[in-house]
C-alpha cells in the first residue's frame, strides 16, 4: 500500500477503493488501496477524518488509524461500513494534520538543535493533545541554555529553510544514521533541513520550517537519568501567547499595577500574607483556648475523666482538632467534637492519663453515628451522618469507664 501521507502531507482528499475489513472485538477497521491517512507511529499520533462512500451515500467516522501486518487499517465509528470494492472519498481533518506537522517538525527542529550545539541525543517523543515532549540525553538543562535553544529554534523556523525527503538504501547511509535504524529496515526516508538536520523519519512535514510557526519551550523535568522538556509550536504557541496575555491582564487588574510595579506589589502582598497567617495562627490558638476554658460547665465526669461532647454547628475540621487539643491538654480529659450541619466532621481526642484508646471508642461509637474514620489511640477524626447527643454522651462515659 502507498502511503500519500508520506509523499504529499498537503494532500486531503483523495479517492480510492475498498480493499478489505478487519473486525475486532466490537470495532470495525476498513483497508483501501491507497490511503492520505498518516497511521500513528514515531511519536505522532494518527490523522482522523471521514471517509464517504456515493454508492449508499453514507458517511464514516474514522477514530483512529494504524499499521498492522494487514496494511493500514482506518477505524471507524459504529458498525455499518461499506462493501469490498466500492469507490470511498477520503478527507482528512485539516486542522489535526496541520498541528501535528507543526509539532513533530518543530521537534525535528528542537532536536538538532540540542545535539548539534550539546551533543544531546533525542531517546524518545511524544506530541500530546496540548502539549509535546522530548527526552533528552542529559542530566539538567539551565535556564541560560534553553533561552538560547528557543532563540537558536525560532532563527531556523523564520529562515523558512525548504525542507526535503529522500529515499535512500540503507548501505547508502553513513554509520551515525544506520545505529538509529532498526535492524531490518532496508529503505530509508530522510527528513532533511539542509545544514540543520537530517533524520528518519515516517511522520507528515511541512514544506519550509516557517510552517511551523513559533515554537515555545514551556517546562523541563528529571526522568530516569535524563531530562523530559515540554514544548509548543504553531497554533499552540499562539494560543497561549494569548492566554498567557489574558492571564497577564487579569492579575495585573487585581493588583493594581503592571510591569515590575505589579511584581513589587505581589512580592509585599506576599510578605504580609504570611505575616497575617502567623498572626491568625496565633489568635486561633487562643480562640480555642478560650472555647475550651468557656466550655468546662458542659463538660461530664466519668470518674476521675472529664469528657466534653460538643456540637458547633459552623465549624470545620481544623476548629475542632484546635478546641479538641485545647481541652485534652490538661490530664484526664476526653473530647468528642462534631461540626457542621451534615454529614457532619467529628474529632475524638484524650489527654493524658487517659487509658482508653480513642480507637476503642470510636469503634463503638461509628456504628450510631452512621459514620467512618481514621486515627490513632490519641486521635480520631472522620464523618458522620447522624448526631445523637445524649447517647454519645452515655457511650463515651461507659467506654472510659470500661477498663482497657
Known sequence: MTGIYQVDPYLLQYRTNVKGFIEDQDKTGILFEETIFYPEGGGQPSDRGTLVCDARRTSHEVLHVEQRPEGIVHWIAGSLKPTIGASVLLTVDAERRQDHMQQHHG????????????????????LGPETSTIDLTVGDISQDVLQEVELEVNRIIMENIPVKTEYYKREDLGQELIKKLPSDQNEVRLVVIPGIDENACCGTHPQRTGEVGPCKILKIEKLRGNIRLSFICGERTIAWMRQTADTLHQLEKAIGASGNEALIRLEKREVELKKLQKERKELLSLKYRYLAKELATEAISSGETSILIQHFSEADMEMLRGVATSWCAQSGRVAVLMGGTGPFDVVMARGSGVA??????????????????????????GKAQKLPVEQLKEMVASAINRKP
Open 107 to 126: 521537534q525535528h527542529i528542537l532536536s538538532a538543535v540540542f545535539e548539534r550545539n550539546y551533543g544531546w541525543d533525542t531517546v524518545g517523543f511524544h
Open 356 to 381: 482508653t484508646s480513642m480507637n476503642s471508642v470510636a469503634a463503638e461509637l461509628w456504628p450510631v453515628l452512621e459514620g467512618k474514620g481514621g486515627g490513632s489511640a490519641e486521635l480520631v477524626q
